[in-house]
């Protein structure tokens, strides 16, 4: 339950929203995909996730570390996705922009 500032006095709203903003920008989720799911539907629902939670979410895909932060707009992931899945690199990250 989410309680507005006009529900609490202005000096204890202040507190709240500055530590709510704290806190969330220190937390980092990693979770797992179901085998069978496409990149771009899981990476869908991850973002859906990670802009509800307000939080930053990986998840691996097939040796990509997957990126999802509640400010990405989603655009250009599946293309970030395949270049990192081609390359050599010893350590691949994808995210959108």
Known sequence: MKITKSELPEAKAKVNVEAEVSVRSCINLTIKISPGTDIARAYKATLSLAKKLGITIWFNFNGVNCLARPTDSGKGFVKSYMTE??????????SAH
């Not at 899945?85 to 994808?94: E, H, N, R, T, V």
Request: net charge positive; no cysteine.
């Open 85 to 94: 899945l081609k390359s050599d690199k010893q350590f691949k990250i994808a």
